[in-house]
C-alpha cells in the first residue's frame, strides 16, 4: 500500500491537491483497499443535515482489509504482541493467521448465539487479546459494536446496552490492573438487571474469580470456540453500513453513540496510522490508550492491522509494578513507535528520571502524544529522557467524532514545536471563527476550531438521535463542523489546541460531560444542587471541582463527601470521581437562573481576585461565600 507521504515538500504539494480535489484525492487513497465492489460516487453531503456518505455504494469488509488480505503476504509476521498486566507473565504473539483463524472462529460463536449483520453487541472486557478478537469478530459478520470502557459502572453499561437495544454482551470474568483484581462479570450482571434486550453473554476467563453464570443466557468462550469451525466468511459491508458505536461525552445529558461506518473509517483510520507515524514494515507500534476509547479502536485495532503493521496491546498501568513498566515494554519488545497521552508523560515524569535512566529505549523511533494538550514541560521531557532528542513527538489533536487524527505532524517530516499540533493532515481544512461563526483569517489569532469539509471519518450520527448531531456538531455555525475546542494558530500558521469551550473536561486524557457528573450528584441523597467545573491540574491536566448545595440536617461533611463520591462512582464510574467537593449555601445565578460557570470556573482555578462583572447576579453575596470556602 503506497499511502505514505516521504517530505515536507510532498506533504504541500499533496495538501493542496487534497483541498482543490478532496474527492479525487480521497478516492485515490481509498483505490489502495479491498472493495468488492467499486463505490459509484465519492461523496455526498450536506453539513446544515448533519449528511455525510463516502464511497457510495461501495461494498467491502473492513476485516478483509485487516486479516484476509495481509495472509499470502505477511500470514506468519505478528498482528497483535499482548503483554501482560504481570511483567512475569508470558505475552502472546498473534501472527496474522492466527488473528485471522481466532477471529473467524469467535465470529461464528457469535452467529452460533443468534447474532447477524446490523445486530449491536456490547463489549466490555480487559485489555487481553480476546477484545480484539471481539471487535473484529463483530466486524466480521457485520454485527455493530459497541465497546464499553473497562472503568464504567454497572448503570452506564447499562445506559448504553439500552440506548443501542444490544443483544449480546462479551466480557471477562475480571480484569488485572495493577495490583488490583477489578470484577467485569459481577458489573455486568447488575447492568443487565435493567437490560431485557440482552439474550445472551459470553464470557471469557481472565482472572477465573468466582463468577455466576446464568444457565440459558451466560456461556463461557472457551467452551464456544470449542464448537464452532474457523472458516466466517466475511459478511460484506456498504460502505456505509454502521461499523460501530461509541458513546462519548458533550456539554448536555447522557453520553451519545458516535457512529462510525465501514468504508470512510477504514480509509481514514489507516491513512492517518501511515502517515502521522510514518509506520516501516516489522516495526512495533505501541499505542497506550485502552480499546474503550477511540484512541485504541483506531491506532491498536484498525488502523495499525488495516496497514499490516504489528500493533502491541499491554494490559497494565504505567507505574506497575513501578514507573519504569513502560520503558521495560519497550525495552522488552523493542517498540519502535509509542504512542501515549499527556497524563502518563507528566504522571511518569513525576517519579523522577530513575526509572528511565539504565533502560534501553534505543529502539524508539517516533513518540505520540494524543487526548489533551500537552505543556511545553512534559514534551520535553518526553523528547529528552524517551526520545533522546532524537524521535520526532507528533503532537495528534482529534477526537471520538472525528475517527482519526486531523491535526499532527507528519512524524520526521513537520517541523514540530513543543505544545503544537501543527499542521492539518491533507483532507483536512480546519478554519477559526468567532462567537458569530465569522471566519478569522490570517496567523497569530485565536478561535473556536471548526472543519469547513468532511473528511472519510467524520461521525455519521448519534446513535437512535440523528437531530442530536446536528444540533451538537453542526448547528452552531453554519455549514461547519464545530468540534468543541478552542485553537490558536501562530505566527507560521501552526495550530495549538487550547482546550474545551464547551462544558466537556478532559480528565487525565477521558472526557466528562460536567452534566453528567452533576446529575450524578445530584441523585445523592441530600443534595439540593450542585455545579461542576474543570480547574487545572498537575497530572491529570484537568481536575474536576464540584460545587454541591446539600440540605441542612446532613452532618459529617467529611462523611458526606465520600458518600457523594461512591454515588458518583455507582452511577458513572471511578473516572469521573471529583477531585474537590465544596459545600456552598447557594450558587452565582443570574435573575433568569443561570449559573455563571465563569465565575466558578475563577475560583476552582484559584483565582479569586479579579471576577469580572458580577452585578447580573441574583444574590451577589453567594460569590464571596464561595471565595472564602474554596479548596
Ligand atoms: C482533546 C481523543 C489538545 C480535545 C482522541 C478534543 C487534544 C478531545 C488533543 C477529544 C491534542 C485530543 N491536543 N487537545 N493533541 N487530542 N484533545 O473524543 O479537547 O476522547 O476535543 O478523543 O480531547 O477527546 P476524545
Redesign the pocket.
Known amino acids: 500500500m503506497n499511502l505514505q507521504i516521504s517530505s515536507f515538500d510532498e506533504y504541500e504539494e499533496v495538501y493542496n491537491q487534497s483541498v482543490t480535489d478532496p474527492e479525487g484525492f480521497w478516492a485515490e487513497v481509498a483505490q489502495n483497499f479491498q472493495w468488492r465492489k467499486p463505490w459509484k460516487k465519492t461523496l455526498e453531503w450536506d453539513f446544515s443535515k448533519a449528511h455525510t456518505k463516502w464511497f457510495v455504494g461501495g461494498k467491502m469488509n473492513i476485516t478483509e482489509n485487516a486479516l484476509d488480505r495481509h495472509l499470502a503476504t505477511r500470514g506468519d509476521q505478528p498482528a497483535i504482541i499482548w503483554e501482560s498486566n504481570d511483567p512475569e507473565e508470558e505475552s502472546i504473539t498473534l501472527t496474522y493467521k492466527m488473528l485471522h483463524q481466532k477471529v473467524c472462529q469467535f465470529a461464528n460463536v457469535l452467529k452460533k448465539h443468534g447474532a447477524k449483520k446490523g445486530d449491536r453487541i456490547c463489549i466490555y472486557m480487559p485489555m487481553i487479546p480476546e477484545l480484539a478478537i471481539a471487535v473484529l469478530a463483530c466486524a466480521r459478520i457485520g454485527a455493530i459494536h459497541s465497546v464499553v470502557f473497562g472503568g464504567f459502572s454497572a448503570q452506564s453499561i447499562a445506559d448504553r446496552i439500552n440506548d443501542a437495544q444490544c443483544n449480546i454482551v462479551v466480557t471477562s470474568d475480571g480484569s488485572f490492573r495493577g495490583n488490583k483484581e477489578i470484577g467485569l462479570k459481577a458489573t455486568v450482571d447488575d447492568a443487565l438487571v435493567q437490560c431485557p434486550s440482552v439474550q445472551k453473554v459470553i464470557v471469557s476467563t481472565r482472572t477465573r474469580t468466582p463468577v455466576s453464570m446464568l444457565k440459558g443466557r451466560d456461556v463461557w468462550w472457551e467452551n464456544e470456540v470449542k464448537t464452532v469451525s474457523s472458516d466466517c466468511p466475511a459478511e460484506e459491508m456498504d460502505a456505509e453500513d454502521m461499523l460501530f458505536i461509541l458513546y462519548?461525552s458533550g456539554s448536555t445529558g447522557k453520553p451519545k453513540g458516535v457512529v462510525h461506518t465501514c468504508g470512510g473509517y477504514m480509509v481514514y483510520a489507516t491513512y492517518t496510522f501511515a502517515n502521522v507515524f510514518q509506520y516501516q514494515p516489522n516495526q512495533v507500534h505501541f499505542c497506550t490508550a485502552d480499546i474503550g476509547?477511540?484512541?485504541g479502536h483506531s491506532y491498536i485495532v484498525y488502523g495499525p492491522l488495516c496497514y499490516g503493521a504489528t500493533s502491541l496491546m499491554f494490559e497494565g498501568v504505567p507505574t506497575y509494578p513501578d514507573a519504569g513498566r513502560f520503558w521495560d515494554v519497550i525495552d522488552k519488545h523493542k517498540v519502535d513507535i509509542l504512542y501515549t497521552a499527556?497524563t502518563a508523560i507528566r504522571s511518569l515524569m513525576g517519579f523522577g528520571d530513575k526509572f528511565v535512566e539504565n533502560k534501553d529505549l534505543s529502539s524508539l523511533k517516533t513518540l505520540g502524544?494524543?487526548?489533551?494538550?500537552?505543556n511545553e514541560e512534559a514534551w520535553n521531557w518526553y523528547n529528552d529522557n524517551i526520545g533522546k532528542g532524537k524521535c520526532p513527538i507528533v503532537?495528534?489533536?482529534?477526537?471520538?467524532?472525528?475517527g482519526g487524527i486531523m491535526?499532527?505532524p507528519i512524524a520526521g517530516i513537520t517541523k514540530t514545536k513543543p505544545a503544537y499540533?501543527t499542521l492539518p493532515l491533507p483532507g483536512i481544512q480546519p478554519i477559526l471563527v468567532d462567537e458569530n461563526g465569522v471566519e478569522i483569517e490570517g496567523n497569530s489569532v485565536s478561535g473556536n476550531l471548526c472543519i469547513k469539509f468532511p473528511w472519510p471519518g467524520i461521525i455519521r450520527t448519534t446513535y437512535g438521535d440523528h437531530e442530536r448531531c446536528i444540533q451538537t456538531y453542526f448547528s452552531t455555525y453554519k455549514n461547519l463542523y464545530f468540534?468543541?475546542?478552542g485553537c490558536l494558530r501562530d505566527e507560521d500558521g501552526y495550530y495549538r489546541?487550547t482546550?474545551?469551550v464547551d462544558d466537556?473536561i478532559?480528565v487525565s486524557?477521558?472526557?466528562i460531560g460536567t452534566a453528567e457528573v452533576e446529575n450524578a450528584i445530584n441523585m445523592h441523597l441530600g443534595v439540593v444542587e450542585s455545579a461542576v467545573v474543570g480547574y487545572p491540574h498537575d497530572i491529570k491536566g484537568q481536575g474536576i471541582y464540584a460545587y454541591v448545595i446539600c440540605e441542612k440536617h446532613l452532618g459529617d461533611l467529611d462523611l458526606t463527601r465520600k458518600d457523594i463520591l461512591a454515588t458518583v462512582t455507582r452511577v458513572i464510574g471511578p473516572i469521573a470521581k471529583p477531585d474537590k467537593i465544596q459545600f456552598v449555601s447557594g450558587l452565582p445565578k443570574t435573575r433568569s437562573g443561570k449559573i455563571m460557570r465563569r465565575i466558578l470556573r475563577k475560583v476552582a482555578e484559584g483565582e479569586t481576585g479579579n471576577l469580572g462583572d458580577t452585578s447580573t447576579l441574583l444574590d451577589p453575596s453567594v460569590v464571596d461565600e464561595i471565595k472564602a470556602g474554596a479548596l
Open positions: 462519548t476509547w477511540i484512541t499527556p502524544s494524543v487526548g489533551e494538550p500537552i503532537d495528534t489533536w482529534w477526537q471520538t467524532e472525528t491535526i499532527s499540533a468540534t468543541g475546542d489546541i482546550g474545551r466537556v478532559n486524557g477521558h472526557r
